[in-house]
């Protein structure tokens, strides 16, 4: 008899229905309770990296200004910083890269000199691309 039994399950192959249904059901609920803990980090790694970016812009800013003994003007923006402007003493590219990089949301950063919180400005409006917001959607600077 146990040998029917056995001979049973040996000859047995893949899975029942119910058994994926099972796995399936497993794999959702996991899904459910991992997933928006994830996605909720997206926003706030973002901002990150934008502080890190207009602190890096800072700077190289900061830099510009000690060779030239000004920093950039709001016309000459932040590609003065890789290419010359026709600044005397002008000693560049003060970046690495040679394009000016976009914000994590894909934008043009924001800059302004002389500006109204100090020498100069450097903002971007984050993920909803306007001023003010809360979140993933505030706005993030260089007098903060």
Same mark, same amino acid.
């Given at each position: 008899?146990?040998?029917?039994? *056995? @001979? =049973?399950?040996?000859?047995?192959?893949?899975? $029942?229905?119910?058994? %994926?249904?099972?796995?399936?059901?497993?794999? +959702?609920?996991?899904?459910?309770?991992?997933?928006?803990?994830?996605?909720?980090?997206?926003?706030?790694?973002?901002?990150?990296?934008?502080?890190?970016?207009?602190?890096?812009?800072?700077?190289?800013?900061?830099? *510009? @200004? =000690?060779?030239?003994?000004?920093?950039?003007? $709001?016309?000459?923006? %932040?590609?003065?910083?890789?290419?010359?402007? +026709?600044?005397?003493?002008?000693?560049?590219?003060?970046?690495?890269?040679?394009?000016?990089?976009?914000?994590?949301?894909?934008?043009?950063?924001?800059?302004?000199?002389?500006?109204?919180?100090?020498?100069?400005?450097?903002?971007?409006?984050?993920?909803?691309?306007?001023?003010?917001?809360?979140?993933?959607?505030?706005?993030?600077?260089?007098?903060?």
């Amino acid at each position: 008899m146990t040998y029917k039994i *056995f @001979r =049973l399950f040996k000859e047995k192959k893949g899975f $029942t229905l119910i058994e %994926l249904l099972v796995v399936i059901v497993i794999l +959702g609920l996991l899904a459910a309770l991992v997933g928006p803990r994830m996605f909720g980090k997206v926003g706030t790694s973002k901002q990150g990296a934008a502080k890190t970016q207009i602190e890096l812009f800072g700077q190289a800013l900061d830099q *510009f @200004r =000690l060779d030239t003994g000004r920093y950039p003007l $709001t016309a000459e923006g %932040l590609e003065a910083l890789t290419n010359n402007p +026709g600044v005397e003493g002008w000693d560049g590219p003060y970046l690495k890269k040679k394009k000016i990089p976009l914000d994590p949301w894909r934008k043009q950063y924001n800059y302004e000199a002389p500006g109204n919180n100090g020498d100069y400005d450097l903002y971007t409006y984050g993920a909803d691309g306007s001023e003010g917001g809360e979140k993933e959607n505030k706005d993030i600077n260089s007098w903060d």
